[in-house]
């Protein structure tokens, strides 16, 4: 049986009658016989078959026609049989370098090349399943890696609205916090996916507060020095709870608590860290901390019209902050004051 569009065999021979050829396959497998090189090039334009039988002979340069079939990046590995007579050494070593998988010598044994075809045939079938079976597995694996990534994703973000619910009483914070650190990480050039990550990360920002007292976290009026000290503290205790985490998004989270009250200056806490020894995310996440704390109400004080803390930012560039990240944020001017419309802080008109 012969199926052009589907061959599992193709024969390639410039015997005038081929049948003694593809009667050895053609019961078991859907066989093509072919005549020329051009038509056997033709008929594997876009699928491999599991078995290519080529006899040298008159009228067909076989080894031309095999070097050309392993040009092609999806024949590379298909099982080549090669038929040819010539001295045994010389002929094998032609056939092998020109990528035939076997040679089979003449004058001809069928029942050898019968028996020959059907161990490549199997052996590429065998291959082909696995190969499907490696693809399948690796999607599945990509799918459950994305899920994972996902659950973890959408755990961090319950946690922090849960956090959020004690901290911060003028609502939605974190959610403008991540919007003002997507804008600038936008701003300076970074990534999607890493502007994803530093903003969801910076929703941890505050998580050591966790540990402050609501006497201090709530004190309405200035924090005396010990209370103010022991409100520092919350960098630190942020870094301790994340920081050793398998987790590289709380491995950022971490590294953003401790660094997020760091000033380019060099005057900021924990650490007095200055310019861009301090972490990028964290030098992004400072600016977009303090301006939404700006324009929040909190117990102790108003909340400022945007004008106003913008021009904050701009005194502050290369001072408190850095000022790259200033400027990327000043870019993105237009998505902040968005965000703040669809989601206002809780400020003084
Ligand atoms: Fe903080
Ligand atoms: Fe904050």
Redesign the pocket.
């Known amino acids: 049986m012969t199926n052009a569009a589907d061959p599992a065999v193709v024969v390639v021979t410039a015997r005038p009658d081929p049948g003694g050829l593809t009667r050895l396959f053609a019961l078991a497998y859907p066989t093509l016989a072919l005549a020329e090189a051009g038509a056997a090039l033709a008929a594997l334009e876009t699928r491999a078959a599991d078995l290519v039988l080529v006899e040298a002979g008159p009228g067909l340069d076989a080894l031309g026609l095999i070097r050309g079939l392993r040009l092609r990046p999806h024949l590379a590995h298909m099982s080549v049989l090669l038929v040819a007579g010539g001295e045994p050494a010389e002929t094998r070593r032609l056939a092998l370098e020109a990528g035939a998988t076997d040679v089979v010598l003449a004058p001809l044994d069928a029942s050898d090349l019968a028996l020959r075809g059907r161990n490549l045939i199997a052996l590429a079938r065998a291959q082909e399943a696995v190969e499907i079976q490696a693809r399948t597995l690796s999607r599945e694996v990509e799918q459950a890696v994305a899920e994972s990534q996902e659950r973890e994703r959408e755990i961090i973000r319950r946690l922090m609205l849960a956090a959020e619910f004690r901290d911060d009483q003028a609502g939605d914070h974190l959610t403008r916090v991540a919007g003002c650190v997507l804008a600038i990480a936008d701003g300076l050039g970074l990534s999607e996916e890493e502007g994803n990550d530093i903003a969801l990360a910076s929703t941890m ?2 998580i ?2 966790i540990g402050v007292a609501d006497s201090i976290l709530r004190k309405p009026g200035p924090l005396t020095e010990p209370e103010r000290n022991e409100m520092m503290q ?2 630190l205790r942020g870094y301790r709870m994340l920081h050793d985490s398998p987790s590289r998004l709380l491995r950022l989270a971490a590294e953003i608590a401790l660094t ?2 760091e000033r380019w200056d060099g005057a900021g806490y924990p650490q007095g860290l200055r310019g861009t020894e301090i972490p990028l995310p964290g030098r992004i996440t400072a600016v977009a ?1 303090v301006f939404d704390a700006l324009i929040s109400t909190r117990v102790y004080k108003p909340g400022w019209p945007l004008e106003r803390a913008r021009r904050f930012l701009e005194e502050q560039s290369g001072a408190h902050f850095d000022p790259g990240c200033v400027a990327a944020f000043l870019s993105r001017w237009e998505d902040v004051v968005a965000l703040v419309e669809e989601r206002p802080a809780d400020r003084a008109a």
């Open positions: 920002h505050d050591g507060k919350h960098a997020h009250h901390d």
